[in-house]
């Protein structure tokens, strides 16, 4: 075979692999906010990167994408109902819509915040007002579903249920919250209840649960209002608990957990916190930081050190994980959101919609680009903004405000 030929397939052998890539849930694979492509962008032209295609009937809410086997899924409300929405990946051509329950009515915003997760065949989601479906992803098509509030105890809060529901091999992880349990495993192929965590029986808040395995026992961790605990994943057994007393309002980010650390934040002046964990699961409190507090843009760990907005602060900033020092802060852009891929952060303004590229280095805000959504949402309500995270995968990055979903080009090819 010819040199020429074999460069040839080897390409196309990497371009196939680069396309398989998937993001099953929120904040990915491993819920940690990491997309897995390489080679992409280092610098953004001045108008921005290229625009592949706008999808304009979304609906209202705030849920972000899954992507898998070029498919891109999503809620959204549409005429009074919460609809679950299939899109071509690579072309915003809408596949299927489904609906699934009526509207969630919010000062903030209708509509749903789920992010769908897809396992296999099958998607999973959650309504803001408690309906937890399985449905096959390819069609549509009702598999099983559940109430959280009628069938499990739990309580609508103030916004909605929030979280991303969270597929651990054959048990779906949720958190309906109140007396009967806050953490509730189904059995994902059925929807039958395999445990729910009756020794902890606080109220569920907005955060979405990850799964870890420390000492060799495979947990879940799952943020509340006052405290954060990792649960059994077998049993659902509580193995620690620790408090985090100025949480208040609202506690939306996602834990966590890198190398027995555990750490979370959240918004209203709550600060951040993080413990380390023993071989038994005892807790130590590394230090207890009310000046970073983010609300629920989201802060990603790369490299030993944790990248968001934080509110207390005013600004962007760094901070590292280990010892909470303040490595830098940032005004450059307003609050909001973030996201990650290869080296790069990037950061998206709530109120503006402006989108900047920046290194992730804790050595200062280094920039290489910004953008600003056009056309933007006109049904969003007034005390809304644009929440969903930025997703980048396969090349290109997603973004969304409300009705309109946005991809553009970040491959650098």
């Not at 080679?39 to 001045?46: I, Q, T, V």
């Not at 899954?66 to 990946?89: E, N, Q």
């Not at 290489?368 to 396969?394: C, M």
Request: hydrophobic share 35%; charged share 25%.
């Amino acid at each position: 075979m010819k040199l020429s030929s074999v460069i040839i397939l080897l390409v196309a052998a990497a371009t196939a692999g680069a396309e398989t890539a998937s993001w099953p849930q929120w904040r990915g694979p491993d819920r940690n906010d990491h997309s897995p492509d390489s080679g992409l962008l280092k610098a953004w032209p001045e108008a921005g990167p290229k625009r592949v295609w706008l999808y304009k009937d979304a609906g209202l809410g705030y849920a972000g994408p899954s992507i898998v086997d070029g498919k891109y899924f999503t809620m959204g409300a549409r005429d009074g109902k919460t609809h679950i929405l299939c899109l071509d990946a690579t072309t915003g051509e809408e596949q299927w819509v489904k609906a699934i329950d009526e509207e969630l009515e919010n000062g903030w915003g209708n509509g749903p915040r789920c992010t769908p997760s897809i396992d296999g065949d099958h998607l999973y989601a959650l309504s803001g007002r408690g309906r937890l479906v399985c449905l096959k992803a390819a069609s549509g098509e009702d598999v099983w579903s559940t109430h959280l509030v009628d069938d499990h105890g739990g309580e609508v809060q103030s916004w909605g249920y929030t979280e991303s529901l969270l597929v651990d091999g054959d048990q779906l992880i949720c958190t309906p919250g109140g007396d009967k349990g806050a953490l509730l495993a189904l059995n994902k192929k059925t929807g039958e209840k395999i445990w729910q965590s009756s020794e902890l029986t606080v109220a569920a808040q907005y955060a979405s649960p990850i799964v870890v395995t420390h000492a060799g026992v495979r947990q879940y961790i799952q943020l509340f209002q006052k405290d954060f605990a990792g649960f059994e994943a077998s049993t659902g057994k509580v193995l620690w608990k620790s408090e985090f007393p100025k949480g208040r309002v609202a506690v939306i980010p996602t834990p966590i957990y890198h190398e027995g650390i555990v750490y979370i934040t959240a918004g209203y002046s709550a600060g951040c916190k993080a413990i380390k964990l023993g071989p038994n699961h005892e807790v130590e409190t590394l230090y207890e930081e009310k000046e970073i507090s983010n609300h629920h843009g989201g802060v990603i760990l790369v490299d030993g050190y944790l990248y968001g907005y934080h509110s207390n602060r005013g600004g962007w900033a760094c901070q590292e994980l280990k010892t909470g020092e303040i490595k830098w802060t940032e005004r450059e852009l307003g609050k909001g959101a973030i996201g990650y891929a290869d080296g790069m952060l990037y950061c998206l303004g709530e109120s503006d919609g402006v989108v900047v590229l920046i290194e992730a280095s804790p050595e200062g805000w280094k920039e290489h680009g910004r953008f600003t959504l056009d056309p933007q949402t006109e049904i969003r309500a007034d005390k809304g903004a644009i929440w969903v995270h930025p997703v980048i995968l396969n090349g290109r990055l997603y973004l969304r405000d409300q009705d309109l979903i946005y991809c553009y080009d970040v491959s650098g090819k």
